[in-house]
């Protein structure tokens, strides 16, 4: 389903950057998905092939209007549900968010420490990542005590292992095969 999810992913992103409307798009398809993920009725309404076009996107016009949302939000609204596609929201929002970071030029980094890292660490760190990857970086941080100190990036599939626990596996790796 990863293409289906890419696909409406790469059309709402094109709008979102053609009309110069990426931040209220994403708060605005948040909002929608906060009703969606907590009613299961609208969940239910919304995918049943027996309810007529009409009532769905009567249902969806009156939503976007409550919560404040754009015509590009129910257009695409639209689609998705004529589509069948209404279970994929989820995932098609969290891949417009990925496609519009990568058109943007931005890199989510999770950054793993032993400890917090203070304000300067992080600057440095992230100073160091844009360097390395040519790209604007949004860290999210996370305490692991096991990696006894050092940090770990992960940035998309790529892992940068400079922790204390990473060096010691690969210093018994390398022991090893001796």
Sequence with gaps: MKSVTQHYAAALADVALEKRRTEPLKQELGAFLDLFATSPE???????????????????????????????????????????????????????????RDREGIAEAQVTSARELTDEQKQELGDTLEEMTGKRIEPRYAIDPELVGGVMVRIGSTIYDGSVRGQLERLEIRLATE
């Design 42 to 100: 609208l969940r239910n309404f919304l995918a049943t092939p027996a309810v007529e076009r009409a009532a769905k996107q009567g249902v969806i016009e009156k939503l976007v209007t409550r919560l404040g949302g754009s015509h590009e939000l129910r257009n695409f609204l639209f689609v998705i549900v004529e589509n069948g596609r209404s279970a994929l929201l989820p995932e098609i929002a969290k891949q417009f968010e990925a496609e519009l």
